[in-house]
């Protein structure tokens, strides 16, 4: 089973300020069609995920250009330009390259200073 | 739009059984692999199940694999997800997900003498 590493466990951030965010994995993400499959969600109280990022840097629709995906194999990190009051929740990433299982990082939950 | 709406909460006693349905609209269902996810109270995320409903193949995590049954209904667009001999470590929000990318609202179950 691959093991997903996220740091911070929390952070807390003046609006306007970037935030980062890294995963790592216990594998390399990278799957034999050449796509790495590591995903970034954010999730607010009572709400189910909602997807930010896919296969590493790819924004969903909707997501502001604001949060951003990088990384390679075994390295990943979310990036927000200038983090917002609306921003606030825990963020997973997760892969599914390596399945069974998908497997999810502990979250790293964001705070407004 | 893509809609997937979850059937409500549920309180079960230890050793009872839970089926969990998860109604799609706005896409064609059989296209598209079914996760099933779920969250206990406070904690992280984790892959519980995924179905294809196209073929009805289904692929369970080791961990309650032996108790965890995915099904479909391709005439009504519908996922299931029954989990037999209940514990109260299962207590948890059961979330279905269409793709990784749209998730249904969540279902509480919730397991107590």
């Known amino acids: 089973e691959i093991v997903m590493t996220q740091t911070p466990i929390s952070l807390s951030v003046t609006p306007g300020q970037p935030a980062s965010i890294s995963c790592k994995s216990s594998?390399?993400?990278?799957?034999?069609?050449?796509?790495?499959?590591l995903y970034w969600y954010l999730q607010k109280p009572g709400q189910p995920p909602r997807l930010l990022i896919y296969?590493?840097?790819n924004r969903f629709s909707g997501v502001p250009d604001r949060f951003s995906g990088s990384g390679s194999e075994t390295d990943f990190t979310l990036k927000i330009s200038r983090v917002e009051t609306e921003d606030v929740g825990i963020y997973y990433c997760m892969q599914n390259a390596h399945l069974p299982p998908i497997t999810f990082g502990q979250g790293t939950r964001l705070e407004i200073k | 739009q893509v809609q997937l709406v979850q059937s409500g909460g549920e309180v079960k006693k230890p050793g009872a059984s839970v089926k969990v349905s998860c109604k799609t609209s706005g896409y064609i269902f059989t296209n598209y692999i079914m996760f099933w996810v779920r969250q206990a109270p406070g904690q992280g995320l984790e892959w519980i199940g995924t179905i294809d409903p196209s073929g009805g193949g289904t692929t369970y995590s080791q961990r309650l694999q032996a108790r965890l049954t995915l099904t479909r209904d391709v005439s009504t667009s519908t996922a299931y997800m029954e989990l037999t001999r209940l514990r109260s470590e299962d207590t948890a929000v059961y979330y279905c997900?269409?793709?990784?990318?749209?998730w249904g609202q969540g279902t509480l179950v919730t397991v107590s003498s």
């Open positions: 296969e590493v840097f």
């Open positions: 594998q390399s993400l990278r799957y034999s069609d050449g796509k790495t499959y």
């Open positions: 997900t269409s793709m990784l990318t749209f």
